[in-house]
């Protein structure tokens, strides 16, 4: 049976006139100037741009970290602008999950343990030992931090990040601090844990080969989405390098 385009498949966020505005002293700063945007069930985006373009405030609003200053989001048919504090914190348990630039492991726990800390308040959370195997590390439960590499250490985060089996995977800049080949192996998990769970992913990147993996991207500056492209052939992620 074909996959259904992202374009035939129900919408899972968009934004209308979305707008955040920073204060500073006198100073404002506009981070987003009216952003429309919307984003397929099971889709994998890729978002491109400039430092100060307005990724990372997106992705922050997408996810319910921040909110804006005005336009609206809406996860399926969930006004993200309209729930309070507590609502929004329940949105960010059941359906998103983080992945950083930095790992932001704890030191003292294991592999496993420091995914168990998600799978403990999540309502239907896999084992974080299948959460680890799904990127790879099955055989580093019990490793601590400092006994694993850098690709490693963000493999955990992102084993942690999708152990509450979230619908959304907010990725910014997973593979920042990391070489080429390392890289790879952190997008390949991200890859791995998108076709099998069915997330609708949004991966922020400075670095323009990574979106040859996607369904589409999208270019940020100043604010706004500037360009929106499907790339001709979408690559796996074993297929790159830079």
């Not at 385009?5 to 919408?11: E, G, K, L």
Request: with cysteine; proline share 5%.
């Amino acid at each position: 049976m074909n996959t259904p385009s992202p374009a035939a498949r129900p919408t899972a966020i968009r934004t209308r006139g979305l707008t955040k505005v920073y204060h500073s002293g006198e100073v404002e700063v506009q981070a987003l100037r009216g952003v429309d945007l919307e984003l397929a069930t099971g889709e994998l985006v890729v978002l491109l741009g400039p430092s100060g373009s307005g990724k990372s405030t997106l992705l922050n609003i997408l996810g319910g970290l921040d909110s804006g200053s005005s336009g609206s989001v809406f996860f399926r048919d969930q006004a993200l602008t309209a729930l309070d504090d507590r609502a929004l914190t329940r949105y960010r348990r059941q359906h998103v999950g983080f992945v950083f630039q930095f790992y932001n492991l704890i030191p003292s726990l294991t592999a496993a343990e420091n995914v168990a800390l998600v799978t403990e308040i999540a309502t239907d959370p896999m084992r974080p030992e299948a959460a680890l195997e799904l990127v790879g590390l099955g055989s580093r439960l019990h490793h601590f931090p400092a006994q694993l590499s850098g690709g490693e250490q963000q493999r955990v985060a992102i084993a942690r990040a999708i152990a509450k089996r979230p619908d959304i995977l907010l990725c910014d800049e997973p593979t920042g601090a990391l070489d080429s080949a390392t890289g790879v192996l952190v997008l390949e998990a991200i890859e791995r844990i998108h076709a099998e769970l069915g997330t609708t992913t949004v991966l922020i990147t400075h670095n323009a080969v990574i979106a040859e993996m996607a369904d589409r991207v999208l270019v940020m500056g100043d604010g706004h989405i500037q360009q929106e492209r499907r790339p001709q052939r979408r690559l796996s992620a074993g297929e790159l390098s830079w």
